[in-house]
């Protein structure tokens, strides 16, 4: 206690107050469907049964001022909902675009049911339902992140139906089983998703995400996944998790991007280094993982009408990181497809 006091005393004149350190924020806690948390545009709810389960989808559909006549829809990653597409809906809604951004089953606001089967095409399914329920058509799908592998799967599934694909930082653009990572049952990914907390989460997201940096526009979707995780319904939104990571390791879709028909525009953070399963792979095998300047330019050449867009200070979401080169870019590829 001495020797502190006497940092401080040689770092602080007597004539200077110490400054008053600020605690960190206190750990918030949300329900099941994120109750507690609250959206920036209204939110709704689609009712549908799916596998014998009745399910709700939360969404916000936001209409422009100044209608052009376009749909754009914001399919979320798996650490991410609805709600961290605040500033891209402002901008995309702000040049007329209708813009739609669902909660997937499983996340977010949306049914975290008991027992569901989850693959990639149910979920794409599901979310057609919701346009259809809505009078959409057509348009145009910005997948982030795990929502990159949902939108290839829809345009894949509904070609006619799709303007464009914009696929931002999405993983899946390598196969994590073919290339060595071992596979874990739901059960030992239902344990790991237990142990999740909010320190965990910002340590994993500053290393893998943001090459490192922190700042605290960032902080928004930890607090807001692991208030998840501390809530009431810690268990089934655990489980949930742990399937939905099932989905994503065992339903690859890189081997398929050569059947993609729409326009494909690819905005990549260049600082991500994202591989699912990497911290259990054999080091030979992380060595060769997430590595998106890579990873982005092969898939690129894979995809038949594809266009790349590279970010070289940005990571894994390039649209919180630095949202104005990333809405500059997202409205130019709009705007030609």
């Known amino acids: 206690m001495k020797s502190l006091i006497l940092v401080l005393a040689l770092t602080f004149p007597a004539m200077t107050a110490p400054p ?20 920036p545009f209204p939110v709704q709810r689609f009712a549908f049964t799916s596998q014998g389960v009745k399910l709700q989808m939360a969404y916000q559909d936001v209409a422009p001022k100044t209608p052009n006549g376009h749909t754009v829809v914001l399919l979320h990653g798996k650490n991410f909902t609805a709600a961290t597409w605040e500033r891209s809906l402002q901008v995309l809604t702000g040049a007329g675009y209708r813009v739609v951004a669902p909660d997937q089953i499983g996340f977010g606001k949306s049914t975290k049911p008991a027992h569901y089967q989850y693959t990639f095409q149910q979920l794409a399914h599901n979310t057609r339902a919701l346009l259809e329920s809505l009078g959409i058509k057509q348009a145009a799908l910005v997948g982030h992140s795990t929502g990159g592998m949902l939108a290839v799967r829809y345009a894949l599934m509904f070609p006619q139906l799709v303007e464009q694909v914009v696929l931002v930082n999405p993983i ?40 490192g940096q922190w700042r605290p526009e960032f902080e928004v979707p930890v607090r ?9 319904g810690r268990e089934l939104v655990a489980w949930n998790s742990a399937l939905l990571y099932d989905m994503i390791y065992t339903q690859p879709v890189v081997q398929e991007f ?3 028909q729409p326009p494909t525009l690819l905005l990549i953070g260049q600082l991500d280094t994202t591989a699912i399963g990497k911290d259990v792979a054999p080091p030979a095998v992380a060595a060769r993982l997430g590595h998106y300047p890579e990873l982005g330019r092969r898939a690129a ?18 649209q919180i990181q630095d949202p104005d080169a ?12």
Not at 303 to 309: D, G, K, N, Q
């Open 326 to 337: 990333f809405h500059k870019a997202l409205l130019a590829g709009l705007a030609r497809p």
């Open 224 to 232: 807001m996944l692991a208030g998840l995780f501390r809530g009431p």
């Open 172 to 211: 899946g653009l390598e196969d994590w089983k073919a290339e060595g990572v071992p596979s874990l049952t739901v059960d030992q990914w239902y344990q790991r998703e237990l142990g999740v907390t909010a320190q965990r989460i910002r340590a994993y997201e500053q290393a893998t995400y943001y090459g």
């Open 258 to 260: 050569s059947q993609l």
């Open 301 to 318: 050449k894979l995809i038949p009408h594809a266009r790349l867009v590279e970010f070289p200070t940005l990571g894994h979401a390039p």
């Open 20 to 39: 008053v350190l600020q605690p960190p924020p206190p750990e918030v806690v949300y329900g099941p469907e994120l109750e507690g948390f609250d959206y």
